[in-house]
């Protein structure tokens, strides 16, 4: 019989990549998460890790065996759900990942709804956006975190995760006010070719999305501004400095001083979901947060 902690380590180093970034988030030294891992090669009788440089990586039977070890996880976490269930009221402690428009326009009216329907549930939230809050939430920092996809541009979906849908939040080209455009999405979208733009980084899908769009038109932007603040974006826009893509729940219900434009068909609304660990949807606690999520969402 193999040790599930010494599984879970082997586990950990597959999702967070290094020796010390294991040992740095269960607040181990690096020297006894090498020593577990090394009697857990012991009670196996193959190699698990192999050199590559100065890091380490896993050997295709040490896959194997983390692959199983989800399997286990995932019961656990199942475990976990049915016994909190089988409480009385919902209680203990629900740690959130969300991106910042969710954050800000989502995530304070549900923890209202929260703190009047379950007063026991405490309740962490940490900005990060989805594409370093994902591989957290499969290392096991966060119970559910709140993530996005923009058209065309699916993210990876492990088979560890499961997702629900949220909402579909239109998406604006937004100008300053005193910027005159063509009526028609594409011919406002080439119009601004010769524009400074405001982004989001290189990397992320949101500017992945946003450049496509812009090649899509026959342009390529002249990124002048590079920021995940989406009301720094917003106010570049208001003050004549930039032109840019903005959803909706940007400015939640008040109209900013912009003028917005309709996107191209197909081009015009990303999707919102919440993403939590296979087995660990059935928890009261997340059950809670998702269906005051909902209700923010119905009342608009």
């Known amino acids: 019989m193999y040790d599930l902690h010494r599984l879970r380590l082997l586990r950990e180093l597959k999702h967070r990549g290094t020796l010390s970034a294991v040992a740095a988030a269960l607040s181990y030294a690096p020297s006894s998460v090498s020593q577990q891992l090394s009697q857990l090669e012991a009670e196996v009788g193959v ?54 428009t969710a954050a800000l326009a989502l995530v304070p009216t549900a923890l209202d709804r929260l703190r009047t329907a379950h007063p026991g549930l405490r309740v962490h939230v940490r900005h990060m956006e989805p594409e370093e809050a994902l591989p957290a939430l499969l290392a096991r920092d966060f119970d559910l975190a709140l993530a996005e996809e923009y058209p065309g541009n699916p993210g990876p979906r492990p088979a560890e995760l499961e997702q629900e849908d949220l909402l579909e939040d239109p998406m604006h080209l937004a100008v300053p ?124």
Do not use: K, N, Y
Request: hydrophobic fraction near 45%.
């Open 47 to 100: 190699p698990l890790l192999e050199r590559v440089g100065r890091r380490v990586r896993l050997t295709p039977q040490a896959e194997i065996l983390v692959a199983h070890t989800e399997a286990v996880l995932e019961r656990l976490e199942r475990a976990g759900a049915e016994i909190a269930a089988s409480q009385h009221e919902v209680a203990g402690t629900l740690r959130i990942a969300s991106f910042q």
């Open 177 to 300: 006010t005193g910027l005159r455009t063509p009526a028609d999405p594409g011919a406002a979208l080439r119009s601004l070719s010769g524009r400074a733009w405001v982004m989001e980084p290189a990397g992320t899908p949101a500017r992945h999305w946003a450049t496509a769009l812009c090649r899509t038109a026959g342009f390529e932007p002249d990124v002048r501004f590079e920021t995940t603040d989406l009301l720094l974006h917003l106010r570049l826009v208001e003050q004549g400095h930039a032109v840019g893509f903005l959803p909706e729940l940007t400015w939640g219900g008040v109209r900013p001083a912009a003028r917005l434009h309709p996107l191209p068909r197909g081009q015009d609304r990303r999707r919102l979901f919440t993403v939590v660990r296979r087995g660990r949807g059935a928890h009261p606690a997340v059950q809670a947060f998702r269906e005051a999520l909902r209700q923010v969402v119905a009342d608009g």
